[in-house]
């Protein structure tokens, strides 16, 4: 199917060690949000992007966090030195717009385990 | 800032009974407002929305869900469930522009 796709499925890292998280969005979808699940605990939201313009990254929970999306398709978002409290699911949703209109869809989501 | 209140972590029902899950929201003007189901790595699914009109909104695998504006509530529904509705539901919040605002969700255990 052509949803939303992320990689990799599960990374663990060692404090300190910097990690790049991808996320694949459906074909054509202008939106692509990032989002940070917690164990037992709903997402986040960490940053937006249309296009390849980062219009809010208002979530980010610090300077470590750094996201992209170059040329309007693929993101990347990079945590730098990471911190035991980064353990998480990171949840990539894309929609034809921004606009809580839009449906979101999500992928299946990176779990990030900080050693 | 909208924000949303699952007050049940943990449901237990029997295949067969019926489901209610709570939600209560927060929000100054009206709100979007979304039921997700999320199964075990899986990414979240959108069951149904609700934006305006009528306040009884229908979704996907049998699920409804009620607007009650006076309670600033959102409760989801299903008549009679089936053991693939074992799942963690999420209740959403957004606003016109783009942000969701989720609830820590509702685990349901559906028993035989």
């Known amino acids: 199917g052509a949803g939303v796709s992320q990689s990799p499925r599960y990374k663990v890292a060692k404090r300190g060690q910097d990690v790049a998280l991808r996320c694949d969005p459906i074909s054509g979808h202008v939106s692509l949000f990032w989002y940070q699940q917690a164990l037992g605990q709903g997402p986040e939201f960490l940053t937006y992007?249309?296009?390849?313009?980062?219009?809010?990254k208002s979530g980010l929970p610090s300077d470590r966090f750094f996201a992209e999306r170059p040329e309007g398709s693929v993101s990347t978002l990079k945590i730098q030195r990471t911190q035991q409290e980064d353990s998480a699911v990171y949840l990539c949703a894309s929609s034809l717009a921004g606009s809580s209109y839009n449906e979101q869809f999500f992928g299946p989501g990176t779990r990030l385990t900080v050693l | 800032a909208q924000s949303v209140t699952q007050p049940d972590i943990h449901i237990t029902v029997s295949e067969g009974a019926s489901l209610e899950l709570r939600c209560n929201y927060s929000?100054?003007?009206?709100?979007?407002l979304f039921w997700y189901v999320q199964s075990p790595g899986q990414g979240l699914q959108l069951l149904l929305k609700y934006f305006s009109g009528d306040t009884l909104v229908q979704g996907i695998k049998g699920f409804e869900a009620e607007f009650k504006r006076s309670q600033s509530s959102f409760n989801l529904r299903k008549p009679s469930v089936h053991w693939s509705d074992a799942a963690e539901y999420f209740c959403?919040?957004?606003?016109?522009?783009?942000?969701?605002?989720f609830g820590a969700g509702t685990t349901v255990t559906v028993r035989a």
């Open positions: 929000y100054g003007a009206t709100p979007y």
């Open positions: 959403a919040v957004g606003a016109i522009d783009y942000k969701l605002s």
């Open positions: 992007f249309q296009n390849e313009a980062q219009l809010d």
